[in-house]
Structures are given as structure tokens and as C-alpha cells.
């Protein structure tokens, strides 16, 4: 008969023996999954596991091992504190993105006493706004997708965590789309932003993820030359827009928030010092 702690074991062996890069925390992670408990729990418990656990841990593994995304496995991951939703067709929330909501709140906690509007455009998973949601419920929040798939995800989370967006189901760069938005006081996006260059050397879990939600154009700018110009107009005098971007880009997203009129931009970096989120105010000409 397996204990717990025995497969807890066979599960981290197969994962290190397969080249997964952090075997022991992914190890934690589906036996958390499996059996319900912490680890701690797991590793002192003298229960035996069932034949359908061992199974289930088996089919994780092959999975796990040919590629597949952990968080798509486990179907939920942690952003900002809370869980959320994931799976197939939807772009896994990253840690580099709570830079982005961090900043956002921040902002927001300035306006506390007014009702504030804040879009979340390219939202995927809804992260973004449903955190901002659950921090600032009197906060008008909506979020606009093109992914059906991700649409399904985003009522989910927003389901999840009572959080009271609106769902909206849209092409950003659609011209039509800006046009029904207007008096916006903050738009928040996570736009995609590889370059082809890093679409072809994506790692293997990474190609499960909707290319969609990954392809920025040739030089991975595209969203933000786009997005920036059209969405500027739905803004308020001195509303705010904040990008993340990828890696060397926030100089070339700071010119077209200049080329657009935009003031006061900041740019802010992440938890390992690259530059990641870009702010810019709407200085109301042009």
C-alpha cells in the first residue's frame, strides 16, 4: 500500500527525472492538488491513497511531463492573493503583471470618494480587473475580450470572487469598440507584446497558451500603437492608461504615449528590476 507521503515522494522523482526545472515545488503542488491538504499534512498522514488518486497522479504526470502548463493542470493559480480560474485558451496570470495592478490601486486609492471607471482591455483570465474589483467594489470595472474561451474564464473568476464586472466581448483595435466606451477614468491592459523573434523561441509549456493572447506583431509594439491612439479618446481629461510591456520596451511605448499627447508617463520595474509598466495621462489635445 502507497502513503501519501510516498506518492508525494514518486511524484517529485518523476518530475526531476524528466527535466522539470523546480521538481519539489511542483511536487507540492499536485500533491496539494491530489489529496486536499497542505504538505506538511501530507508528509506526517500514515493514510493510504486510493487507486484512483494514484491514477490521477499518474495522468498529471505524463501531461506535466509532455509539456503542459502546472497551472493548466491544478485549473487555478494565484494572482495578487487570490485564485483564479485557468485552463486552455486563456493566458496564465504571471507575476509580472501584479506590478501592474499594484501600481493601478495605488492610483486608485487616491479617488476612494468618487465613483471611478476603469477599463481592463485584452483582459484574458480577468485578473486584472477582478482584483482591482474586490479591492475598490464601488468602482465601475469592465473588462473587453475577443476570446470567447476567455470570456468563460473571466465569469468564472468574477463568479469566484463576487466581483461585479462588466463582461465585455470585443475586438480592442476595433475602432467601433473604443467608440461605445467614453468618460474613462482609467484603462488598464496587458496587451501581447512578443516580438516574433521571442514567438519562435517560446519554451514548450509556454506554447499551450493562446497565441492570441502572446503575438504583439514583428516587433511586438503593435497593441500599443493601436491601442494608444484609439482608446485615447474614451478617456477623461487627465485619465490614466497603464501598460504592462515586455522587456525593452517601455522606452518605445513611452514616445507613442508622447506622440499621442500624453503626459506625466512613469515607468515602473519589476520584482527583478526590468522595466515593466508604463503610465501615461491623457493631456487632452490631439
Not at 127 to 146: G, H
Not at 251 to 280: P, Q, Y
Amino acid at each position: 500500500m502507497v502513503t501519501s507521503k510516498e506518492l508525494y515522494l514518486h511524484i517529485k522523482k518523476v518530475l526531476s527525472g524528466n527535466g522539470i526545472e523546480s521538481p519539489e515545488f511542483e511536487a507540492m503542488c499536485f500533491s496539494e492538488h491530489i489529496f486536499k491538504k497542505k504538505l506538511p499534512d501530507i508528509l506526517i498522514s500514515r493514510d493510504t491513497v486510493t487507486r484512483e488518486q494514484v491514477n490521477y497522479a499518474d495522468s498529471l504526470l505524463i501531461r506535466r511531463c509532455q509539456g503542459e502548463p502546472l497551472q493548466y493542470l491544478l485549473g487555478k493559480w494565484e494572482f495578487y492573493g487570490l485564485e483564479f480560474y485557468v485552463g486552455e485558451g486563456v493566458l496564465i496570470p504571471r507575476q509580472d503583471t501584479e506590478i501592474l495592478v499594484d501600481k493601478a490601486l495605488s492610483l486608485l486609492a487616491e479617488s476612494t470618494d468618487k465613483c471611478l471607471t476603469v477599463l481592463d482591455l485584452c483582459s484574458g483570465s480577468g485578473c486584472i480587473a477582478v482584483t482591482v474589483k474586490t479591492r475598490f467594489p464601488q468602482f465601475n470595472v469592465t473588462v473587453v475580450e475577443i476570446s470567447e474561451k476567455a470570456i468563460g474564464y473571466i465569469n468564472k473568476n468574477a463568479e469566484l470572487h463576487h466581483a461585479g464586472i462588466e463582461v465585455v466581448n470585443a475586438d480592442v483595435l476595433e475602432k467601433s469598440t473604443a467608440e461605445s466606451f467614453s468618460d474613462i477614468d482609467m484603462i488598464l491592459c496587458n496587451p501581447p507584446y512578443l516580438t516574433e523573434k521571442d514567438m519562435d523561441e517560446l519554451q514548450k509549456e509556454v506554447k499551450y497558451e493562446p497565441e492570441l493572447a502572446l503575438f504583439g506583431g514583428g516587433d511586438g509594439l503593435r497593441f500599443y500603437r493601436k491601442i494608444i491612439p484609439l482608446w485615447k479618446m474614451t478617456l477623461k481629461k487627465d485619465g490614466v492608461m497603464l501598460f504592462e510591456t515586455g522587456m525593452g520596451q517601455t522606452g518605445a511605448v513611452g514616445e507613442i504615449f508622447e506622440k499621442n499627447s500624453f503626459t506625466d508617463i512613469e515607468i515602473w520595474d519589476d520584482l527583478c528590476g526590468i522595466h515593466r509598466v508604463v503610465k501615461g495621462k491623457n493631456g487632452g489635445i490631439g
